[in-house]
């Protein structure tokens, strides 16, 4: 039997100015970003290494980078931490990442507009 093996972090919060108005680069808006890889860590749970594993301290390093770059939409957001966290982990099988802009600028009141992406490496 295969073990499915999973390190994500939830709920990281960031300012940014990401968004296709111009305003939203001067005003900013508050973001949440949810990452989720699969990957095998049998060896770090074996030996307690950390470098047998994606520490999830680096994902939240890959998200802070991606979140000081501007760019208008959060499909792009979350191609750049899918394409980063691969660079630096080849061992990663799947990648989710979910980005949320909190209070879009709609002129109505939304808690959040949403959009998820998984990436997997495994075929």
Known sequence: MQ???KVALEGMKFH????FYEEE???GNDFIL???VETDF???SETDDLVQTVNYENIFEVCTEVMSERVKLLEKIAEKICDRLKER????????VKVRKLNPPFGGDVYCAMIEITQDYSV
């Open 3 to 5: 073990k499915k093996m």
């Open 16 to 19: 940014g100015f990401h968004g």
């Open 25 to 27: 680069a001067i005003i």
């Open 34 to 36: 949810d990452v989720l």
């Open 42 to 44: 049998s060896k770090a």
């Open 89 to 96: 982990h080849q061992e990663i099988q799947l990648i989710t």
